[in-house]
C-alpha cells in the first residue's frame, strides 16, 4: 500500500507526529508497525442535526461511523 510505504519513509527519516484519516482501512497501517504507530481516535455523536466530538484522545480504532446519519440529517435519502 503507497500510504503505508510513505508512513514508513517518514520514519526511517526521523520523523514523528500524527496522521488523521476518515478511512477506516488505513487504520490497519498502525497495526502492521506496533513499534511505531497506534490508532486513537475521537468520540462522536450526531446531536440536532450536528455532528459534536469529545475531543478526548481514545486509543484504539473508532468503531462508529456517522456519513449516513450526517446525509440524512441534511435531507438526502439514503
Known amino acids: 500500500m503507497g500510504t503505508e510505504s510513505f508512513v514508513r519513509h517518514l520514519l526511517a527519516q526521523?520523523?514523528?507526529?500524527?496522521?488523521?484519516?476518515?478511512?477506516?482501512?488505513?487504520?490497519?497501517?498502525?497495526?502492521?508497525m506496533k513499534e511505531h504507530a497506534a490508532n486513537f481516535h475521537f468520540s462522536d455523536q450526531l446531536e440536532d442535526g450536528?455532528?459534536?466530538?469529545?475531543?478526548?484522545l481514545t486509543p484504539g480504532t473508532v468503531q462508529t461511523t456517522n456519513a449516513l446519519e450526517l446525509m440524512r440529517s441534511i435531507g438526502l435519502e439514503v
Open 50 to 56: 450536528r455532528l459534536r466530538f469529545d475531543y478526548k
Open 14 to 32: 526521523g520523523a514523528i507526529g500524527l496522521i488523521t484519516t476518515h478511512d477506516l482501512a488505513l487504520a490497519k497501517i498502525a497495526e502492521n
